[in-house]
């Protein structure tokens, strides 16, 4: 029964989530497309009480993950991690 509870609150907390956003996912991509890479992953989360759309991407051999405002199309934060690889434990 509780599951049943905690599917249904996640659904609704996606639902509300969607209603917020104004920017689509296709308007996020094109916000992100000028930063190049492959995007792997997108959601909508809500970040410090804002509803943004979080994109990660590869982008030479790095991971970047990037918040696009839903309800703007802004970028606000971007952050790249260096790709661990076998030389970086040589």
Do not use: C, P
């Not at 989360?45 to 405002?69: A, P």
């Not at 802004?74 to 434990?89: R, S, W």
């Amino acid at each position: 029964m509780k599951s049943n509870y905690n599917r249904m609150m996640k659904i609704k907390r996606t639902v509300g989530l969607v209603n917020d956003a104004t920017v689509s996912i296709d308007q996020a991509i094109a916000a992100v497309s000028h930063i190049g890479g492959t995007i792997f992953d997108m959601r909508l989360k809500e970040v410090d009480e804002r509803v943004t759309w979080r994109v990660k991407m590869v982008r030479n051999g790095e991971r970047v993950k990037i918040h696009v405002d839903a309800k703007s199309g802004l970028i606000i934060e971007a952050k790249a991690e260096v790709a661990v690889t076998e030389e970086n434990f040589v």
